[in-house]
């Protein structure tokens, strides 16, 4: 089975700011790995994901996440962020078969001016 | 893509009574699933609906209190029964199909209220 971790339920930061929210997952099988993004009142939208390939991965909205093996990780970052970056995001893992998603508990990116 | 349109968007219920989700995709999709996010919390995967089968239930959840329907590969219901306000939570339908795609689709959510 696995589990992710997210371990800061809120994260308040300035516009501009770089922000990296973090995630942790657990498997004793090889997994898959994403990043969804969910707007105030509007349903999950993936933002990007880790198949195989390149441990980095980027989104059009300059958001980018590594998977580490090692240290099992897949840390969502920013440079610079928006005020239209506020939302929750969830981390979560697939094995390779699809079979199900597990999540993360969220964490709420709270963007201020 | 998937384009998933969910029923309702949202509903208030009185508790004891029982309210029916939609979920239509508009393509055929192998797999499609269904989720509860409640207040302040993550998603928890109920049950993934099998087209032509009963649908297969995660631990903690039960077919009596969900009852799910796949008549084809572009619907499912789920059935929330005799409804406490602890039921009150986000219902999410999610699609995957693995020869297509390589993620999750999800649908807007229904925002379920019991008093």
């Known amino acids: 089975a696995q589990s992710v971790t997210q371990l800061d339920s809120q994260v308040p930061v300035f516009e501009e700011a770089p922000v990296e929210l973090r995630c942790n997952y657990s498997?004793?099988?090889?997994?898959?790995l994403f990043w969804y993004v969910q707007y105030p009142n509007q349903g999950l939208q993936l933002l990007l994901k880790?198949?195989?390939?390149?441990?980095l991965v980027e989104s059009i909205n300059g958001f980018e996440a590594e998977f580490n093996k090692s240290q099992t990780s897949f840390h969502l970052r920013k440079p610079s962020v928006h005020i239209s970056d506020t939302a929750e995001y969830f981390c979560?893992?697939?094995?390779?078969?699809?079979?199900?998603?597990?999540f993360g508990s969220g964490t709420k990116l709270n963007v201020k001016p | 893509s998937a384009v998933i349109s969910q029923k309702p968007s949202r509903d208030i219920c009185q508790r004891g009574t029982s309210l029916t989700i939609q979920c239509q995709v508009d393509?055929?999709?192998?797999?499609m699933f269904w989720y509860r996010q409640q207040p302040g919390q993550s998603l928890t995967l109920i049950a993934t609906?099998?087209?032509?089968?009963?649908?297969?239930?995660e631990s903690g959840f039960v077919i009596d209190k969900f009852p799910i329907s796949r008549p084809n590969l572009t619907f499912s219901t789920l059935t929330v029964s005799n409804m406490s306000p602890e039921d009150s939570s986000i219902y999410l339908c999610?699609?995957?199909?693995?020869?297509?795609?390589?993620?999750?689709?999800f649908g807007q959510g229904t925002r379920l209220t019991v008093v």
């Open positions: 979560a893992v697939s094995d390779l078969n699809f079979n199900k998603f597990y």
């Open positions: 880790y198949l195989s390939g390149s441990t």
């Open positions: 609906a099998n087209q032509g089968s009963e649908a297969t239930y």
């Open positions: 999610s699609v995957e199909d693995r020869v297509r795609n390589t993620e999750a689709f």
């Open positions: 498997s004793s099988v090889s997994v898959y």
């Open positions: 393509s055929q999709v192998t797999m």
